[in-house]
């Protein structure tokens, strides 16, 4: 148990340290020197921290007043909030590393070549599948057997089924995504070739001189969440409530607003450096692995390696998924069981991701009306997906579902029941 638990808690359960470890395997079996096998192995790390101290600006020290605002007008009950990670710590280091061989074996001996290496990700996705199964009244080998088979499914599945899209926004089939965007993603690469015209790009669009700094999005996407922090403000006021009680500052709005707002461009620039790092390093490094272990293969990432792809597109995906999104929340108010909230990481991660796909599909057109219906549906995944979370991670699936989590988690959530 105390070796499972190392090899949970610190090699699967750390993105960096996974990553870290895959880039110096496949350096060694390609023979690199020690130096470059120390290099590669560092960097790799470093990146990896980068990309991820960019996200943790975005969905901490910049939206956190937003979600606090929406939650104040919109009070409802949450749902359950079973600590899963502590009570079924070891289901979930047992599903992890079951699903990652099962991944190995079929892209060593089948076509799906595909091997899953976003490290966070291998425990979501656990954590998710045995929350489903938990709250179906699951357990034992039955809850266990469940969670892996649908965690292995997933990461032999989604990424392959994002292939083709990556190769499509990069002209190259150097990596995939292993990310649940996969829902939103997929949609939008079959709804964006039937509405738009990819020949007129988002990253095509020709601004005034005057407005030449939109290009940067780092300030577009500052300007956009001051934009809806300004909006919040009035609308607390309207309600009656004290903007400084919700948003908790003790200064002024101005500083308050000014400094979440340019934390998310702060963000998507430290996120944007990581993900070109991570790509410089783990990329060549894994071609080792797939050399010698498991030919052909290509590594599953995160889903901001595709941001750098098309920024505009991310950026125009993200303010009509959150428009969508909302109106949505307001129109279905009492139809789920829970109240739910702004889908801010799910609009900016997943339908960012999606809005790239849907640019390299369908153009401008073709983003804008692929990324209003993934505002819509997403939404209705997490209204839907509250019928077998809440007596387990509803808060948790509130701020981080709408999309593969939602949806396989329904999809297991109706099998469990059956095998109850």
């Known amino acids: 148990m105390a070796i499972l638990n190392f090899i949970i808690n610190e090699i699967f359960g750390q993105g960096a340290i996974f990553l870290a470890l895959v880039a110096m395997i496949g350096l060694i079996l390609q023979k690199k ?42 009070p409802g009950n949450a749902g359950a909030n079973i600590d899963i990670g502590g009570q079924y710590g070891t289901q979930i280091g047992i599903v992890m590393i079951v699903a990652f061989a099962i991944n190995l074996l079929v892209a060593r001996f089948t076509p799906w070549k595909t091997v899953f ?12 599948f045995i929350a489903a199964g938990v709250d179906a009244g699951l357990t034992g080998g039955k809850l266990i057997g469940l969670a892996a088979v649908f965690t292995a499914l997933y990461m032999i599945v989604a990424p392959n089924l994002m292939r083709p899209l990556v190769k499509d926004v990069t002209g190259k089939e150097d ?17 964006a070739p039937i509405v738009g015209d990819k020949s007129k790009s988002c990253e095509d669009l020709k601004l005034p001189k005057s407005l030449g700094f939109l290009r940067e999005v780092s300030i577009t996407g500052s300007l956009a969440i001051s934009l809806v922090y300004i909006v919040m403000y ?80 991310l ?26 909230l702004p889908l801010i990481f799910t609009c900016f991660f997943e339908n960012g991701c999606a809005a790239i796909v849907a640019n390299a599909k369908g153009g401008i057109r073709g983003t804008i009306i692929a990324c209003a219906i993934n505002g819509v549906v997403m939404v209705l995944l997490v209204g839907f997906g509250a019928y077998f979370f809440n007596n387990t991670i509803q808060p948790w699936m509130l701020v981080y579902g709408g999309q593969d989590f939602s949806l396989f988690g329904i999809i297991e959530g109706l099998i469990a029941r059956l095998l109850h």
């Open 33 to 74: 020197s020690v130096s470059e096998v120390i290099r590669g192995t560092l960097m790799t790390a470093v990146g990896f921290f980068v990309l991820n101290t960019g996200t943790g600006l975005i969905t901490g020290n910049s939206i956190d007043g937003i979600i606090n605002a929406f939650n104040t007008l919109m």
């Open 117 to 128: 290496l976003t490290g966070h990700m291998l425990y979501w996705f656990p954590y998710v």
């Open 175 to 191: 990596f995939s995504i292993g990310h649940p965007t996969t829902t939103l993603s997929v949609l939008a690469g079959l709804i």
């Open 234 to 313: 009035f609308v607390l006021q309207a309600n009656g409530l004290a903007p400084a009680e919700v948003f908790g500052y003790g200064g002024s709005f101005f500083s308050y607003w000014f400094i979440h707002s340019v934390y998310f461009g702060v963000g998507v620039t430290v996120m944007l450096q990581g993900v070109r790092m991570l790509i410089a390093e783990i990329v060549p490094a894994f071609k080792g692995i797939a050399e010698k272990v498991v030919p052909g293969a290509i590594p599953a990432l995160d889903c901001p390696v595709l941001f750098g792809y098309g920024p505009n597109s």
């Open 315 to 340: 950026l125009i995906g993200f303010i009509v998924a959150v428009i969508t999104s909302t109106i949505t929340i307001l129109l279905t108010r009492g139809m789920f069981p829970t109240v739910i």
